[in-house]
């Protein structure tokens, strides 16, 4: 891996660290801090601008060399993440890369493997791209406490069916109707045990998405899709 790379993994990493003590207090104390929303901008940021990275070092070895002084200095390289075709070709257009189909087929597949319309797997490259705009040009990450109530039901078979909140139960009168393992089925509510117990997270307003859950998750698949990047 690029020495460059692999030291802004190393900061990463550091940042997580912080953000993991840091989610732990404020879940304890129930109060969102402002040190929470700095960290967990910081990372989101980094990990955007390790995407960034990783693709200019791609394109200083297959792009650069056949480009001439002004169109180098004119190129905006960018990892290309977007939801539309078009927009992936205007991406690749800014970066001087608009041929990159035929000069460098390998590259040009696994930039477009990555992109939402591609792939709905791809989905959290557009939640990182947004939250890192949204934190350097309207604030940073929004969060709240989230509350969550956990329901499992264990039927007379043995199975264990988890409902979150409402879950999907459909209730009516003498019976519970549950989706479970084996498929939909009917029982009676008197055969079933259950047992209850809530918490409290702290969530990403407008995604609902744990914060911590979500940039473990996104550091995990960044470093991934750089040590897979052509080369």
């Not at 939250?131 to 039927?155: D, N, S, W, Y």
Request: glycine share 4%; net charge positive; proline share 3%.
């Amino acid at each position: 891996m690029n020495p460059e790379i692999a030291g802004m993994f190393d900061r990463a990493e550091e940042l997580i660290r912080e953000l993991e003590d840091e989610y732990t207090r404020c879940k304890k104390e129930r109060d969102i801090t402002e040190k929470l929303k700095n960290i967990t901008h910081e990372l989101i940021e980094k990990l955007r601008h390790i995407l960034d990275h990783a693709t200019r070092v791609a394109w200083e070895k297959y792009i650069a060399p056949k480009l001439n002084k002004e169109e180098k200095g004119k190129a905006r390289v960018y990892f290309p993440i977007t939801n539309k075709t078009e927009g992936f070709k205007s991406i690749l257009g800014r970066a001087k890369m608009q041929n990159l189909e035929k000069v460098n087929k390998v590259f040009y597949d696994f930039l477009l493997k990555q992109q939402l319309f591609s792939s709905s797997k791809n989905k959290w490259l557009i939640q990182l791209a947004n939250l890192a705009a949204e934190g350097k040009h309207v604030e940073f990450v929004p969060q709240r406490i989230k509350k969550h109530h956990l329901k499992t039901l264990t039927t007379p078979e043995g199975i264990n069916i988890i409902l979150e909140t409402a879950g999907n139960a459909k209730i009516s009168i003498g019976e519970i109707i549950i989706g479970d393992p084996k498929g939909e089925r009917s029982y009676d509510p008197s055969k079933l045990s259950a047992r209850e117990c809530s918490w409290e997270s702290i969530v990403i307003k407008d995604y609902d998405i744990d914060v911590l859950d979500f940039c473990k998750g996104v550091y995990a698949k960044t470093r991934k899709l750089v040590e897979e990047m052509p080369n």
